[in-house]
């Protein structure tokens, strides 16, 4: 009989699936496992209340790591059987979702479109054919497409975790920094720094959720 699990699973693309297959959670670290854990438990615990789980992913400029976490953060719920996980991102200031950012998830599996142009364009971010995509653009923590209460606010980048010492909104504020693959824009190192920073993203989001107990 099919899992509810295994179920979910297999409504991602399959490209994408291959891609979560193969990453391997026994090269995280045990510091970085300590890291993460206050992300299982807040996890954890919506799911034995049976309550949604809102998690919003925080970078300075809502550019490249807050739309990477949320873009995996939310895949691998669906590959895991989570329900009811909602993922969102934000930054101190609105700025642009960087193109190599996208680029990076589509190589990775996702189906990426622009939905408007402009400044900050409006992207949608799809994991799965029959699954509501994620709508990816720069917003700060205040706007109105982000949760108001009951979130987890993950602090993906130390300036941010730094500039917002204390957000009065959030349930739980936890800080899993990543290293900015900003500092190869430009240089023939780009392609493969966003590629492994996205990697590691995705093997640390990979680890969170196979830590999620399903009653």
């Not at 179920?7 to 291959?18: A, D, H």
């Amino acid at each position: 009989m099919e899992t509810a699990v295994n179920s979910k699973k297999k409504m991602l693309y399959s490209t994408l699936i291959e891609k979560i297959d193969s990453l391997d959670i026994s090269i995280i670290s045990e510091e970085r496992k300590a890291i993460l854990q206050p992300l299982i438990d807040f996890v954890q615990s919506k799911v034995d209340k049976k309550q949604i789980i809102n998690l919003n992913f925080i970078c300075t400029h809502n550019s490249r790591r807050s739309h990477l976490s949320q873009a995996w953060a939310q895949a691998m719920g669906s590959y895991f059987g989570i329900n009811n996980l909602f993922c969102y991102s934000a930054g101190t200031e609105a700025t642009a979702l960087f193109p190599v950012a996208a680029k990076t998830l589509v190589n990775s599996g996702f189906e990426v479109e622009m939905l408007s142009e402009g400044k900050n364009p409006v992207y949608s971010i799809k994991y799965a054919d029959n699954i509501h995509p994620i709508i990816g653009f720069s917003k700060t923590i205040t706007s109105n497409f982000n949760p108001k209460s009951g979130f987890a606010a993950i602090m993906t980048c130390s300036s941010a975790d730094q500039g917002c010492p204390f957000i009065a909104v959030a349930e739980q504020r936890i800080p899993i920094t990543y290293e900015d693959p900003k500092i190869a824009d430009g240089t023939p190192q780009q392609a493969e720094k966003y590629e492994e920073r996205s990697n590691q993203i995705a093997t640390e989001m990979k680890f969170v959720f196979s830590q999620i107990k399903i009653s």
